[in-house]
T-cell receptor, first 112, second 117 residues
């Protein structure tokens, strides 16, 4: 089955800095890669996703990149703000599966 | 439109007691899921359902049972709770996968924090 590794487990940055979270996956059939943000005391919420037919996708201060050859994808957050502090999960899924496989999460702390 | 709701929000059980966690969604989603979240372990799938009356095991199903009698509800049962089942439980739902839309966002509930003493 699919295995998703996520690093780092904790990331601490100063407000205004950039943050990068990296994930690798094992199943070459995976073609959908969502990222979820979980704020304290809440359930995860989708913030951005990327499909295997593109290498990069941007939405304001967040961007995702995908390298299918190397089987890794990354989340980039620029100009971080304290409200970006949360746990971020990457996931991978193939079109033939009902279930995404999640990474173990990254706790991002943005210091004012 | 409440999205995905979970009942209760918090619960403390003694070892051996039973309980049922209720998940409800009002988005007419076909698929529903139960996850548990433990520190450093991410989200692990317990059971899932792809339609009313159908359920399937996930990664960590032992000690849990589920039922999907109505499309909008997905129940998670613990017959004899153990301290290892202390966790935060999340329910999620998503639309049916179709040939034109294979990649469906999961919508998560707010979670139930369960402690088993």
């Amino acid at each position: 089955g699919e295995n998703v590794e996520q690093h780092p487990s904790t990331l601490s940055v100063q407000e205004g800095d950039s943050a990068v979270i990296k994930c690798t996956y094992s199943d070459s059939a995976s073609n959908y890669f969502p990222w979820y943000k979980q704020e304290l005391g809440k359930g995860p919420q989708l913030i951005i996703d990327i499909r295997s037919n593109v290498g990069e996708k941007k939405d304001q201060r967040i961007a995702v990149t995908l390298n299918k050859t190397a089987k890794h994808f990354s989340l980039h957050i620029t100009e971080t703000q304290p409200e970006d502090s949360a746990v971020y999960f990457c996931a991978a899924k193939s079109g033939g599966s009902y279930i995404p496989t999640f990474g173990r999460g990254t706790s991002l702390i943005v210091h004012p | 439109n409440a999205g995905v709701t979970q009942t209760p929000k918090f619960r403390v059980l003694k070892t051996g007691q039973s309980m049922t966690l209720l998940c409800a969604q009002d988005m007419n989603h076909e698929y529903m899921y139960w996850y548990r979240q433990d520190p450093g372990m991410g989200l692990r799938l317990i059971h899932y359902s792809v339609g009313e009356g159908t359920t399937a095991k996930g990664e960590v199903p032992d000690g849990y049972n589920v039922s999907r009698l109505k499309k909008q509800n997905f129940l998670l049962g613990l017959e004899s709770a153990a301290p290892s089942q202390t966790s935060v439980y999340f329910c999620a739902s998503s639309r049916r996968r179709t040939s034109g839309d294979l990649y469906n966002e999961q919508f998560f509930g707010p979670g139930t924090r369960l402690t088993v003493l």
